[in-house]
Nanobody
Framework: QVQFVESGGGLVELGDSLRLSCAVPGFDLRGYAVGWFRQAPGKEREGVSC????????IYAESVKGRFTISRDNAKNTVYLEMNNLKPEDTAVYFC????????????????????WGQGTQVTVSA
C-alpha cells in the first residue's frame, strides 16, 4: 500500500521552529502537486501548503504565510515543511499527501483530491 511517512513533529514552545519531512516509498512524486494538511482536535483537516510538481508555484494558508515554507526534493521523493515562529494555534497532526489530479497547486486545497495519506506527525506548541 502506497502511503506517505511523515516525521519531524514534536513539542516546542511559542516562537520555536520545526522542519517536517514526508516521503512516499514506492511512488514517484515528480509529476504531482503535493500538499501539507493539518488537523487539530475537534476540527476538520485543513490545507496548509502545496507545492507544484516542479515547484513552479506554492500556496499557503493565510494563517501560515510568512512563517512556513514548503519545499520538495524530487530526487529523494521527499517533501518538507519548514515552520518558523510557531504559535499554539499551529498545534495539530500534520499530514502530507499527493494530488493525483493535478501537477499544479490551486488555492483551494480539498482533501478529496489528495491521496496516499500517512499517519501524520504531531506538532504541539506550548504558550
Amino acid at each position: 500500500q502506497v502511503q506517505f511517512v511523515e516525521s519531524g513533529g514534536g513539542l516546542v514552545e511559542l516562537g520555536d521552529s520545526l522542519r517536517l519531512s514526508c516521503a512516499v516509498p514506492g511512488f514517484d512524486l515528480r509529476g504531482y502537486a503535493v500538499g501539507w494538511f493539518r488537523q487539530a482536535p475537534g476540527k476538520e483537516r485543513e490545507g496548509v501548503s502545496c507545492a507544484s510538481s516542479g515547484v513552479v508555484d506554492t500556496i499557503y494558508a493565510e494563517s501560515v504565510k510568512g512563517r512556513f515554507t514548503i519545499s520538495r526534493d524530487n530526487a529523494k521523493n521527499t517533501v518538507y515543511l519548514e515552520m518558523n515562529n510557531l504559535k499554539p494555534e499551529d498545534t495539530a497532526v500534520y499530514f502530507c499527501a499527493a494530488n493525483l489530479m493535478r501537477s499544479r497547486c490551486i488555492t483551494t486545497m480539498t482533501t478529496h483530491e489528495y491521496s496516499y495519506w500517512g499517519q501524520g506527525t504531531q506538532v504541539t506548541v506550548s504558550a
